[in-house]
Each structure stands twice: as C-alpha cells, then as structure tokens.
C-alpha cells in the first residue's frame, strides 16, 4: 500500500463519521476520566480524547477481555460457545496508539499461531478493524524506538491517523483498510502535499521526544546462556508480586481457566455454571503451582526471570519476535519503580 | 539527613551489625524514589531520603524469614531497615504476629515529614494528561517539577502531602533502636475522624453506591495486597480452592467478595500507612472502610494496631468485658 494517497478530513467531522458507523460497529474509542484514558465503547453525541497520552490500560482488554465466559452449563443447558461480538456487530477500535496496535499484532501470532488457534480471539480478531493514532505525546518512560517501532509505526494497524489539529489525515495501512476509506470516501478529500509535510514535521518532533534507547540488539542471544546469571539475585528483589505489570503490558496473554460455579441454581444436584478465562500473572505464585504442591518458580527470583525471559528469548524463540513493545506501562504502573529499561541495561552488564 | 543515615549504615556494616540493609535509592522516573536492598557497603552511597520514599519497607521482612523446611537450624539473616512512622507501626504488627524476630532487626528510625502523593499533582492543576513530568527537584518545602518543555512549575510539598501523611499519628516509629531528625509538629487528627464522621452520615444506599463505585475499578492485580505488609498470609483467601470462597472473575460481586475480605482481615492490625491506595494502579481508594476498622477498634477494645509491642491484639484476646454490641446490635 506504499502509493496509496493520504486522504484528510476536519476533526470537527470526525465525531459524525463515527456516529454514522454506531449501526455497523461497536467502536472503542479513548475517554478521559479522572484524569486517566481508557478505550470503551463509542456513544452517540459523546466526545473522544484526541491528544491524550497513552491509555492507562491497554487496549488489549477489548480483544482479549480480562474476563470471558467459554461456555455456559447445566442441568438441560446446551453448551453454547460464546465469546463473539456483542450484538453481531463488528469491532471498530479508533485512535489506539501504535505501540498498542503493534502489541495486537503480537498477540495475533500467539492466539492465531501454527500450533494453537484460539477461535474465541480470532473469532473477534477477524471481525475487528483497527485504526490508528500516530503518537504525537511519548512519554518519558516510552522506548519504543529501541524495539523498532516509532510514534508513526504501522504494523497491526488497518488505518493511521495523524492529528494536525484542525485536520486529521488518514492513511490505509491494509487492503481492509483501503476498503473501509473507500467505502467512507465521500467524508475524505485527498490530502495536499503541506499537509502531509505538516505531518512529517509532527512526527519528527515526535520522534525526538523519545530520548531514552536501549540496545536490544541480539538481546536473545544475550539471554539464551543467562538463565543462571547473577543479575536475577537482584532484580527481583523490590518486586511486590502485584499483577500489575502483567495486566497492563499490552502483550501479555497468559490466562487462567476456571469454573465458576453457582451451586444455588438448578437442582442441587447438578449445579449450573461457566467456565471462564481471565487473565493471569506469571508475577503470582500460584501460576506454576503444581497439584502436588511443588512449584518451580518458588520465588520471586524465578517469577521475575521467567517475565524478562518470556519476553525477550522465549517469544524470539517461538515467534521472531520480542514481546515488548515499550509502551512504558509496566514502568510507569509499578508500585515500586521496577524499571524494564534498567533490567535490560543490567542484562548488558553482567 | 541522608548523611546521619548513610554514616549510620556504614557503621552498622562495619560493625558486623546487619547483613543486608532495606531503604531507599534515587527512582527512575521524576517524583519516585525506590526500596534498595544493599549487602555491599560500596553501594551506601546509593542511598536517598526525600518526599518520595513513600513505600513501606516493611513488607519484605517477612519472606527473610520464612521458615524452610528441613532447614531449621539455617542462621537467619540480621536485618538493617530505615522506618518512617508508619514502617515502624507495620515492624510493630509482625513481630506481634510472630514473623519476623525483634532481635534480627536494626530499626533506623526516622521521623517523618510526610511524603508526597503523585496523585494530587493533579488536584495542583498540573494534569497528567497534558503535563509530561520529566523532572522534578525538592528544596525546602517546595517541589518544583519541570515538564517536556522544560516549563518549570513549583509547588508546595503541603499540598501533594497524602492524605494519609497529612493525617498521621506517628510520624516516628514507636520501637528503633537509632532515630534520626526532629520530631515535626503534630498532624492534623480530625482530618481522618471528619472523613468517617461524614461518611457515616450517608444513608445505606449511599454507602453502598460508594463502595460499588470505588471497587468497580478494580481490575484484581493484586497490587493493594501485595503492598500490604500486613498481607503476608501464604496462601490468600481469594485463591483457595478447597473451599474456593470466591471466583477469579472480574465480575463485580468477586471483585466486592476480595476487596471486604481483604479489608476485614485488616481489623486490629491495620496501621493506616496507606500502602494499599498508593499501591492501587486505578485508584481504589477504601480507606474510609479501614479508617472506620481503626475507629471501631479503638472504642471497643480499646487498642489501636502497631503502637505497643506488649499489649495483645484484639483478636488474640478475650476479655470478659469485651464489648459485644457490634454482635448483638449491628
């Protein structure tokens, strides 16, 4: 799609477009509330947050719910999988950054993958469209130019967007893209050349906005000979054992599947009940709890290990690709200021 | 200040005293300072004490002295850690629970002017949203913070106190065995009696609206746990299984089920260091609730948590005039 044209159109008109798709779609967008931004669903004659920073969660939560029912069951019930679109609508996610629309892709190879297909994801995945918001707020603890990515990145996403102020341009990233700006192409007109300079100049400053690099370089390769090294005594030692970096790492997928059973419908004798996925933490001991009590990753040494190693030589391993995305959550969210950026320096020293 | 402190660390390594030393060193982000644990006395120099050194070391003494089995007799390390106030009052709690050993630890005392609350920056008109905070200096009672264009903005330490430093009792700890600075003038008391009083007005309805709001936003992370020291029960409630008393879900009632139960196993031991909300990545704020535990505690067993080390808890104890309305009359 590299010759395809950048269209633009008013922001003002922007909030009418998306009212025009609330029949097609389920739209999230991102909204200010106390002074935090978070993606929910889009409605009618309600405002979006343009220039926010990054969301506090990730939008990872929309297509990997932190709570999903599997299936239901009971005494006459039919097991019914769920997990689809509400309302058989499709999903339409607006103005996510690109770290996050680049995490999606990661989270794509993991649910979508050769050996394991989760038809909950996908099933919502397929009938998903994403369009971005290029990043024009990095924050300090942002580093995304250190894992390829940068505030105009493209992958994961259908169509980026990028706010000029007055304007937003758009361009189609995928065939989907192109198809849903094309349906739409009455609401666009074909940007002029200084709009788009007007755009580079943004992401230019942008750009220079993420002054914090860490070389990633080889960094599996680094860590395949490491998993006895001596920088993990350390690390981990001010870590609280919270979830809190797992569930706000936009790439982090791993789940727990429980039933939830309640034992006061039906007849008591066969209870009624769900089975359910929600999210889990490789930070929380009972993760690798084994039924005859033994765990192999009694403390928070192998806990925080197995996070830093998952990320950055297991998923290399398994999907060329490192699951960070720098979004800086996990630094910023951390209760004690365990900073990702600073483990992987140490990595470098030992 | 942080000379007194590194001067007396130094002392305590040189003179065999401590093994490893909890405190605090310089955060990588503006506005944090973050727990260091030092074994070498090479990294003394590490060590900071400003407004930011709000976490509460205590939680990490336990897991120094978990017992091992088949390692009875494993020699256990001495401990050297600097408390505020309310470190203190935590250090106070666990020995009373037996987990940790009064004589494996050197408690540097310290008393307490408060630290900040990163959150209230906002209330200072400073929004999160449209600020980027890249650095941030303390002098005096100020702190000036700086943001991406470099615009400096100076503001005043009382108004980023938390609320729980603005109302503190016990800005030393009650038991050290060295305590360094002034003793700064007493805290604002009523601010915490005001806060429950008026919520105690509220009708049922509005009570329980409240408390729906505030755990509506909990995304079960674990993290006000986690930072509890008081939280160190091997296995928590909210993940046994036999019995399972609640489901893992993000449904509403689960999310209620943890956030009552957590709060409940507060009573009599709760010293109000905050940890739990400043730990709250969506902030949950259920202080109210834990105010209100203090309070009831107080008038009807006349104890308050993490102040004495002789007096029996509340709920290790029975006496025969022991108030009992809160049974009979709820």
């Given at each position: 799609?590299?010759?395809?044209?950048?269209?633009?159109?008013?922001?003002?008109?922007?909030?009418?477009?998306?009212?025009?798709?609330?029949k097609?779609?389920?739209?999230?967008?991102?909204?200010?509330?106390?002074?935090?931004?978070?993606?929910?669903?889009?409605?009618?004659?309600?405002?979006?947050?343009?220039?926010?920073?990054?969301?506090?969660?990730?939008?990872?939560?929309?297509?990997?719910?932190?709570?999903?029912?599997?299936?239901?069951?009971?005494?006459?019930?039919?097991?019914?999988?769920?997990?689809?679109?509400?309302?058989?609508?499709?999903?339409?996610?607006?103005?996510?950054?690109?770290?996050?629309?680049?995490?999606?892709?990661?989270?794509?190879?993991?649910?979508?993958?050769?050996?394991?297909?989760?038809?909950?994801?996908?099933?919502?995945?397929?009938?998903?469209?994403?369009i971005?918001?290029?990043?024009?707020?990095?924050?300090?603890?942002?580093f995304?130019?250190?894992?390829?990515g940068?505030?105009?990145n493209?992958?994961?996403?259908?169509?980026?967007?990028?706010?000029?102020?007055?304007?937003i341009?758009?361009?189609?990233?995928?065939?989907?893209?192109?198809?849903?700006?094309?349906?739409?192409?009455?609401?666009?007109?074909?940007?002029?050349?200084?709009?788009?300079?007007?755009?580079?100049?943004?992401?230019?400053?942008?750009?220079?906005?993420?002054?914090?690099?860490?070389?990633?370089?080889?960094?599996?390769?680094?860590?395949?000979?490491?998993?006895?090294?001596?920088?993990?005594?350390?690390?981990?030692?001010?870590?609280?054992?919270c979830?809190?970096?797992?569930?706000?790492?936009?790439?982090?997928h791993?789940?727990?599947?429980?039933?939830?059973?309640?034992?006061?419908?039906g007849?008591?004798?066969?209870?009624?009940?769900?089975?359910v996925?929600?999210?889990?933490?490789?930070?929380?001991?009972?993760?690798?709890?084994?039924?005859?009590?033994?765990?192999?990753?009694?403390?928070?040494?192998?806990?925080?290990?197995?996070?830093?190693?998952?990320?950055?030589?297991?998923?290399?391993?398994?999907?060329?690709?490192?699951?960070c995305?720098?979004?800086?959550?996990?630094?910023?969210?951390?209760?004690?200021?365990?900073?990702?950026?600073?483990?992987?320096?140490?990595?470098?020293?030992? | 200040?942080?000379?007194?402190?590194?001067?007396?660390?130094?002392?305590l390594?040189?003179?065999?005293?401590?093994?490893?030393?909890?405190?605090?060193?310089?955060?990588?982000?503006?506005l944090?300072?973050?727990?260091?644990?030092?074994?070498?006395?090479?990294?003394?120099?590490?060590?900071?004490?400003?407004s930011?050194?709000?976490?509460?070391?205590?939680?990490?003494?336990?897991?120094?002295?978990?017992?091992?089995?088949?390692?009875?007799?494993?020699?256990?390390?001495?401990?050297?850690?600097?408390?505020?106030?309310c470190?203190?009052?935590?250090?106070?709690?666990?020995?009373?629970?037996?987990?940790?050993?009064?004589?494996?630890?050197?408690?540097?005392?310290?008393?307490?002017?408060?630290?900040?609350?990163?959150?209230?920056?906002?209330?200072?008109?400073?929004?999160m949203?449209?600020?980027?905070?890249?650095?941030?200096?303390?002098?005096?009672?100020?702190?000036?913070?700086?943001?991406?264009?470099?615009?400096?903005?100076?503001?005043?330490?009382?108004?980023?106190?938390?609320?729980?430093?603005?109302?503190?009792?016990?800005?030393?700890?009650?038991?050290?065995?060295?305590?360094?600075?002034?003793?700064?003038?007493?805290?604002?008391?009523?601010?915490?009696?005001?806060?429950?009083?008026e919520?105690?007005?509220?009708?049922?309805?509005?009570?329980?609206?409240?408390?729906?709001?505030?755990?509506?936003?909990?995304?079960?992370?674990?993290?006000?746990?986690?930072?509890?020291?008081?939280?160190?029960?091997?296995?928590?409630?909210?993940?046994?299984?036999?019995?399972?008393w609640?489901?893992?879900?993000?449904?509403?009632?689960?999310?209620?089920?943890?956030?009552?139960?957590?709060?409940?196993?507060?009573?009599?031991?709760?010293?109000?260091?905050?940890?739990?909300?400043?730990?709250?990545?969506?902030?949950?704020?259920?202080?109210?609730?834990?105010?209100?535990?203090i309070?009831?505690?107080?008038?009807?067993?006349?104890?308050?948590?993490?102040?004495?080390?002789?007096?029996?808890?509340?709920?290790?104890?029975?006496?025969?005039?022991?108030?009992?309305?809160?049974?009979?009359?709820?």
């Amino acid at each position: 799609m590299e010759n395809v044209k950048f269209k633009i159109i008013k922001k003002k008109k922007v909030l009418s477009l998306l009212d025009s798709l609330t029949k097609e779609y389920n739209i999230f967008v991102p909204v200010e509330e106390d002074g935090d931004v978070r993606f929910s669903g889009f409605k009618s004659g309600q405002d979006i947050s343009w220039d926010y920073r990054n969301t506090k969660i990730s939008p990872k939560e929309i297509l990997f719910p932190p709570t999903e029912t599997l299936f239901s069951f009971g005494p006459g019930a039919e097991v019914k999988p769920e997990g689809s679109t509400p309302g058989g609508k499709d999903y339409l996610i607006f103005g996510i950054r690109p770290c996050d629309a680049k995490a999606i892709s990661l989270l794509d190879k993991v649910f979508g993958g050769d050996d394991f297909q989760d038809p909950y994801y996908l099933k919502r995945r397929k009938e998903t469209t994403i369009i971005s918001l290029a990043c024009s707020k990095p924050q300090i603890d942002c580093f995304c130019t250190s894992l390829k990515g940068k505030p105009d990145n493209e992958e994961g996403t259908d169509i980026i967007l990028f706010d000029l102020g007055e304007d937003i341009i758009a361009r189609p990233v995928t065939k989907k893209g192109g198809k849903f700006i094309e349906n739409l192409s009455s609401w666009f007109k074909e940007a002029k050349e200084s709009d788009v300079t007007k755009k580079d100049k943004l992401m230019d400053l942008s750009l220079k906005k993420i002054q914090f690099q860490v070389d990633i370089q080889n960094i599996k390769e680094r860590l395949d000979d490491a998993f006895d090294a001596s920088f993990w005594n350390e690390i981990h030692q001010k870590c609280l054992g919270c979830g809190i970096c797992t569930y706000f790492c936009p790439t982090c997928h791993c789940f727990d599947i429980t039933d939830e059973i309640n034992p006061r419908a039906g007849d008591s004798t066969t209870p009624e009940g769900k089975r359910v996925r929600c999210w889990d933490s490789c930070m929380y001991p009972l993760f690798t709890l084994h039924a005859s009590g033994h765990n192999p990753r009694p403390t928070y040494k192998e806990r925080m290990r197995q996070r830093i190693m998952h990320k950055f030589n297991y998923c290399p391993e398994n999907f060329e690709e490192i699951f960070c995305v720098g979004c800086g959550r996990c630094i910023r969210n951390c209760p004690v200021n365990i900073d990702l950026r600073e483990i992987l320096i140490s990595i470098d020293l030992s | 200040m942080i000379e007194k402190i590194k001067e007396t660390v130094k002392k305590l390594f040189k003179e065999n005293k401590i093994d490893i030393l909890i405190g605090y060193s310089e955060g990588t982000l503006p506005l944090r300072s973050t727990p260091c644990f030092i074994t070498r006395p090479e990294d003394i120099e590490k060590l900071v004490w400003n407004s930011y050194c709000f976490n509460n070391l205590a939680v990490y003494l336990p897991r120094f002295f978990v017992p091992q089995p088949g390692k009875k007799d494993a020699k256990l390390p001495k401990i050297g850690i600097l408390a505020k106030g309310c470190d203190g009052r935590s250090i106070v709690g666990l020995i009373k629970e037996h987990q940790i050993p009064r004589e494996n630890l050197y408690i540097i005392g310290i008393h307490c002017e408060g630290m900040i609350d990163i959150k209230k920056i906002q209330d200072t008109g400073c929004k999160m949203q449209e600020v980027d905070i890249i650095a941030a200096e303390e002098k005096n009672d100020k702190v000036l913070v700086e943001d991406g264009d470099k615009k400096k903005v100076e503001l005043k330490k009382e108004e980023l106190l938390a609320d729980v430093c603005a109302s503190c009792q016990y800005t030393a700890p009650v038991i050290y065995d060295i305590l360094i600075g002034k003793e700064k003038g007493k805290t604002k008391k009523e601010d915490r009696e005001a806060i429950i009083k008026e919520f105690e007005k509220k009708s049922l309805e509005e009570r329980w609206k409240y408390f729906q709001e505030q755990v509506s936003k909990c995304i079960r992370c674990n993290a006000c746990r986690q930072a509890c020291p008081n939280c160190y029960c091997k296995e928590c409630f909210a993940e046994q299984t036999k019995p399972k008393w609640i489901g893992a879900t993000n449904d509403i009632s689960d999310v209620m089920f943890y956030q009552i139960g957590r709060i409940f196993h507060q009573a009599g031991r709760c010293v109000d260091c905050g940890a739990c909300v400043r730990a709250c990545p969506m902030g949950v704020d259920l202080r109210v609730f834990t105010y209100k535990l203090i309070k009831d505690v107080k008038e009807f067993f006349e104890y308050e948590a993490g102040v004495s080390l002789e007096e029996a808890p509340p709920l290790a104890t029975f006496k025969s005039d022991d108030k009992q309305e809160f049974i009979t009359e709820p």
